[in-house]
């Protein structure tokens, strides 16, 4: 009998410890789960493309090209890791603006390329910083008013738990410095997004960007290779 009981009460106790267990080890999978399935942590190789639902634009000066107008447009960026630390990137923006006092509607490209610094990413970072130095050019109907460089330093923080594990933001600031000061003026700006992974490839974004010349809202796709 005496047996029968300390049996009893040993199950007793051991029982929350057990279920606890049970209880713990289901959400450690869950969690896992979720990190598997979504994108690839702070990766610096993908391909995103975007549509600018939301730009303004606002040059200096009053000559041919100046411009200060909303409208729309797209862009596409890249980005690849040349080695755990070291990448390349390049963007082209394209805009379609009306012109605030009227009149017919205004082209501005702009095209971004470089390389950057930035720290270790990877399965399981959560926050990464980088920096990057870009080659600057931006065109109006086709024609250069501006070339230069740009800096752009920033920091990407990838959120963990069961219910965020697949949010990433992104916040950086830009400098960047134009040989066609008449028009296009030495300009320092921010950038943020959020990006959902969608799956281990896939992610949407949101983002917005200003750099005095270019104000932009926009979201698309994102893929990791």
């Not at 070291?86 to 971004?112: C, F, K, T």
């Not at 950086?172 to 300009?187: F, G, K, P, R, T």
């Not at 992974?197 to 698309?220: C, H, K, M, P």
């Amino acid at each position: 009998m005496t047996h029968k009981i300390l049996c009893a009460l040993l199950a007793a106790a051991l029982l929350p410890g057990v279920l606890n267990a049970q209880t713990s080890g289901a959400k450690r999978a869950v969690a896992e789960k979720v990190t598997e399935e979504a994108g690839e942590r702070l990766s610096y190789t993908y391909v995103q493309a975007g549509y600018n639902f939301d730009t303004q634009v606002n040059t200096v000066g009053s000559g041919p090209g100046s411009l200060e107008g909303d409208g729309d447009g797209y862009a596409v960026q890249a980005s690849y890791d040349l080695t755990p630390t070291i990448h390349m990137l390049g963007d082209y923006n394209s805009v379609s603006a009306e012109p605030d006092g009227g009149g017919n509607d205004q082209d501005l490209q702009r095209v971004r390329a470089g390389f950057g610094l930035h720290s270790e990413s990877g399965a399981n970072a959560d926050n990464s910083y980088f920096l990057n130095l870009t080659y600057e050019r931006y065109d109006f109907d086709q024609v250069s008013v501006g070339n230069g460089f740009g800096f752009e330093a920033g920091w990407r923080h990838g959120f963990t738990g069961e219910y965020l594990s697949r949010l990433e933001l992104d916040l950086s600031v830009q400098y960047i410095d134009l040989d066609d000061d008449a028009l296009l003026d030495n300009e320092i700006g921010a950038r943020g997004q959020l990006l959902y992974d969608l799956t281990q490839r896939f992610a949407l974004f949101l983002s917005y960007e200003d750099n005095q010349i270019l104000e932009e809202t926009r979201v698309g796709l994102r893929a990791y290779f």
